[in-house]
DNA sequence: ATGAAAGCGCTAACAT
DNA sequence: ATGTTAGCGCTTTCAT
């Protein structure tokens, strides 16, 4: 045998660089320019030469760059989505209500985290805008100037999510959380509920939450009520936060006793409501407990949790719609507010109206 | 004032266009070569200059355009992370292990998920592919043949996590599930239980769960026993689900009452938690219970369920640790292996020695 | 320390 | 139905 011919015809690796448009014109005989029509099924081409091709691409393994291509074409398929947190149950299932709309186009999502941290938001945002993505769709409504400046001069659609109470950049797509506060407050007060306790995220930067007690208060105050006391939490896993807070603040008010607890979240509610269970404390009859999202596993407790479903992935579904309409048809009217209502669940922790005398 | 000037000046609208580094490089009068080398931080420029270019750039508010560059330097910073679902809560954590040590460089991680699919799993990763990441972070060993060819010939480090029972393209990370199943049952016969049901996911394509399976039963047989009876569920709540199953197979077994209880996941094992407790079946006098995962919240439950940590956030460092020296040192040898120990945590769902005759 | 030229791998726009 | 040409907005390389 010769070695010689051995390494040059067996041995033959092909320099290991990506293969591009032109390995595959070479491979299957014709030109680039129809090579991509093939690849992207635009354009008339024969039966014969498409088959050629994409045998040739088949057996090279090629796979197309779409950085090239995004850089000939100014068109780039892709959609930032920015939100705080992953690990919140929450922004998943935003998640899943964009990629279900998302799913049918040509369109696909990036995520970005910011952690609830302005400064992060405004970095992840100029990362993800040097990408030059077809829209945005990022949550809240609080951003930095600098974020909301380059927002405004992206020059594509942007979607502000969850929340609508305040002004858009864009378009935005959200339930109001001034509002859901009063609501749930409204609930509470028919419900001839008085000591009322609120216990929450010590998260300065978390709007959300921080409208939803604005209107919770505001709404009390109407009733002559306030806040009897509150407790608030950081860090940890929230199902023992909610135990531990709830113990608190009931032995911290213990002669004057709450007979309500408004949690900022279902999931410290939810220990809250396992910590009033295992100590005999009866359920709506001494205490009412009320959290806010719906998260899917309440259903599983004991009791079911009062709570306010936050319409997340109807939210997620609807903000993919506008980016798609608006990628697709770039003359559309910009601005769309859409403003869901969330559901109010009296569950088994909260009564529907006043106790007998 | 002369309105024409104001005109020019204050009202002057640049064209609706990106802005390119050359609007930036006219603005400042820096060749465009320098206001590269500026905004990259790259090669020696004056104070003056870099100074120049960087108000030119800020009044301006330009954006780089990573597309542009990324085909110019055929550099892409970017990590391709494609796992099954993110509405798991397993695959946040591993998210957050991966984003803790990419945040630590110029790599940024990006997510693609299959919904458990492998033709799914396919798709996104040519998808994936096709901006050409610096690497890829996939879940699980188990991939069609496209997909493996597709990762052996992108000619970037690899690593596939959570599972390390079976071949890796390149790298591998994870635990064992196999041996996870295997001691889960070896201390589930230690501490004396005989009659052992089996409850979990109707997902023919969770390979992971699967093998912890094949690894328990096994470990069973050498012991001479065997799963008495089994119960699968798709889709819902799993803390509901949880309940229903455990109702289910407990009755059904009523004449020849399981011992013992293992369930896929915790989230279905705390919910057979919750029904025997609300049931007053003594946990784990009369039956024990174990899931798999150590989800953070079965800390608050009102028992601690046996579990075992599957390690994840420790997984999801280890593979960005490995892609990131991978990139940093293009001739650092590949197909490292990273094999975990999960945790077995007794907690008080599962004895520790055998009930006292 | 700065600039000029060439080209990354595609696609738009125009031939043919 | 197919091919040719000229960029897309940067960075690399080589001058100066």
């Not at 919140?88 to 299932?93: A, G, L």
């Not at 999202?293 to 259903?299: R, Y």
């Not at 507010?337 to 109010?344: A, G, K």
Request: hydrophobic share 40%; aromatic share 6%; proline share 5%.
């Amino acid at each position: 045998m010769e070695p010689m011919a051995m390494s040059q015809d067996q041995d033959f690796t092909p320099p290991k660089r990506p293969l591009t448009l032109r390995d595959v014109s070479e491979a299957s005989g014709v030109s680039e320019m129809t090579v991509s029509r093939v690849l992207r099924n635009r354009g008339d081409v024969s039966e014969t030469t498409r088959n050629k091709v994409l045998e040739a691409a088949r057996e090279l393994g090629y796979v197309p760059n779409k950085i090239a291509g995004a850089l000939a074409s100014s068109r780039v398929n892709l959609v930032a989505v920015i939100i705080p947190s992953l690990s919140n149950m929450v922004f998943p299932e935003v998640m899943t209500g964009i990629s279900d709309i998302l799913d049918e186009t040509e369109l696909q999502a990036v995520v970005g985290v910011t952690h609830y941290k302005p400064e992060r938001e405004e970095k992840v945002l100029y990362q993800m805008l040097s990408w030059r993505p077809s829209g945005v769709i990022i949550a809240g409504l609080e951003h930095t100037e600098a974020s909301k400046a380059m927002l405004a001069a992206a020059g594509i659609p942007v979607v502000e999510i969850m929340d609508t109470d305040g002004d858009a950049i864009d378009a935005k797509v959200g339930i109001s959380h001034r509002r859901a506060g009063r609501q749930m407050a409204q609930a509470i007060i028919e419900a001839g509920y008085k000591r009322i306790g609120f216990l929450g995220t010590k998260m300065p930067l978390d709007h959300r939450a921080r409208k939803r007690f604005e209107g919770f208060t505001e709404t009390l105050a109407k009733a002559g009520l306030e806040i009897a006391d509150q407790e608030f939490y950081s860090g940890g896993s929230a199902l023992v936060k909610g135990r531990e807070m709830t113990q608190t603040i009931l032995e911290r008010n213990a002669d004057e006793p709450l007979d309500f607890l408004y949690y900022s979240n279902d999931m410290i509610a939810s220990g809250g409501l396992l910590y009033c269970l295992d100590n005999g404390i009866d359920v709506p009859g001494d205490i009412g407990l009320a959290g806010f999202n719906g998260i899917e596993f309440i259903d599983g407790l004991p009791k079911k949790l009062a709570t306010m479903k936050a319409m997340r992935s109807e939210i997620g579904r609807a903000a993919a719609q506008i980016i798609a309409k608006r990628v697709a048809d770039s003359s559309a009217p910009r601005g769309e507010e859409i403003v869901l209502e969330p559901e109010l669940k009296f569950g088994e922790t909260l009564r529907r109206k006043k106790k007998p005398f």
